[in-house]
């Protein structure tokens, strides 16, 4: 396929899956028309190709409320948290140290400054789960609150570009909880020992997604396997963050559907890289217990494709052959750099599997991690998007391939 017809293609994907479908977070209708999307087009393509059904939470909120008395504060449903309809005591909280001497039984507990300054991980995620986060979710578990209240800042690196972030996202912490800018918290702190009442209306409901997986070449040599995923957060169509990365995929199973070589290439589409639960990338690990020495190289397509700067490959643990052999897609690509190292995506699954990995990305992005504004919002739409970097990284991840 010509670049012409590469980058229309690049287009045509994008605005199925931006546009006609929107949001596709774990558990939404959604989600799952975009993997049979996937699916059926990896077959057309020839590919031998598999789905894995996987159980997971669906959310849904038709908001929150937070009053005192006759003043009303703008608050959001935490993502994935319980609903409540509660009255009780405000207790403000900003350190660690503080709430281990605190009373909060019972109470409605706003958590503010210093202890609300980063994304607290999920109590059960597998990939990065820092002991003061956990010790955080004990104390609060121990202590009994009503619910809790977290006032935030912005954290690009930790959180995306949302602004207010909610501070718990984690369908397994049973405290319901909802969020508010900093500037409003800094406003409900007045009535800190004030009778208050809280109503978030939000419903867990359990439902399925999809892994979609499939696989061309001998099964002779290592796997290369090139990963993206398909999932979205919540209240964003996801254009950078990965509906690049998919269309990828999708580019790769034409470019490649005759593809014959004696290295099996396996393209992954996961489900959860942006769920509390990472349930896809959980079961891809499991499904492949004692078989990661079998991989030659993880390729991981995620926050490509954005319309300014260059793409970029940032490369983790390669072996001489393939260090070689990046470097020559590299310097023969004009719209490919090598970008900084990055650890916020699923390559990382990978790394920690001691395979060898390449994170393509937009250089720009991984340079602008710490104060973008764009992930996570609903300003990651097709505006943000330039099509020829999509079909550049398609090209340049086949060269690799083929010089492998």
């Not at 009303?72 to 405000?90: A, Q, T």
């Not at 202590?143 to 977290?150: E, L, M, S, V, W």
């Amino acid at each position: 396929m010509d670049k012409t017809n590469l980058v229309k293609e690049a287009e045509k994907h994008l605005k199925f899956l931006c546009e006609e479908i929107g949001e596709r977070r774990v558990g939404g209708e959604g989600n799952r028309r975009s993997t049979e999307y996937l699916k059926t087009i990896f077959i057309e393509s020839g590919w031998n190709t598999e789905e894995t059904l996987l159980q997971v939470m669906d959310w849904k909120t038709n908001g929150a409320t937070l009053t005192y008395e006759d003043r009303s504060f703008e608050v959001f449903s935490s993502h994935y948290s319980l609903g409540c309809n509660v009255k009780g005591e405000l207790m403000a909280v900003d350190s660690i140290e503080s709430l281990e001497h605190s009373d909060i039984e019972n109470k409605i507990v706003l958590l503010y400054g210093k202890i609300a300054s980063e994304q607290i991980a999920p109590k059960n995620f597998p990939f990065w789960n820092p002991e003061e986060h956990q010790y955080l979710v004990s104390l609060l578990e121990k202590g009994k609150p009503q619910a809790i209240i977290t006032a935030t800042e912005r954290n690009s690196s930790l959180a995306g570009g949302v602004y207010p972030f909610p501070l718990f996202e984690d369908g397994d912490f049973d405290i319901p909880s909802v969020f508010m800018k900093d500037t409003e918290g800094e406003k409900l702190l007045t009535y800190d020992g004030k009778r208050v009442s809280l109503m978030s209306e939000a419903v867990r409901i359990p439902e399925t997604a999809y892994n979609v997986i499939c696989r061309k070449g001998s099964n002779a040599g290592k796997r290369i396997v090139v990963t993206a995923h398909i999932d979205t957060k919540i209240g964003t169509p996801g254009a950078i963050d990965n509906a690049t990365g998919v269309t990828v995929l999708l580019l790769l199973a034409d470019m490649l559907k005759n593809y014959q070589g004696n290295r099996q290439v396996e393209l992954v589409a996961f489900n959860g890289e942006d769920y509390y639960g990472a349930t896809g990338q959980r079961k891809y690990i499991q499904q492949n217990e004692g078989r990661f020495g079998d991989i030659l190289l993880n390729i991981n397509i995620d926050g490509a494709g954005y319309k300014d700067g260059l793409s970029c490959f940032s490369v983790f643990g390669l072996p001489k052959d393939i260090e070689a052999a990046t470097e020559w897609v590299i310097e023969t690509s004009d719209g490919i750099v090598e970008g900084l190292p990055w650890y916020q995506g699923d390559h990382s699954l990978f790394i920690q599997q001691n395979c060898p990995a390449i994170a393509v990305s937009s250089d720009w992005f991984i340079r602008n991690m710490g104060n973008q504004e764009i992930t996570h919002t609903s300003k990651d739409n097709l505006s943000v998007v330039n099509y020829e970097r999509v079909a550049e990284c398609a090209e340049g991840i086949v060269n690799l391939i083929n010089r492998l």
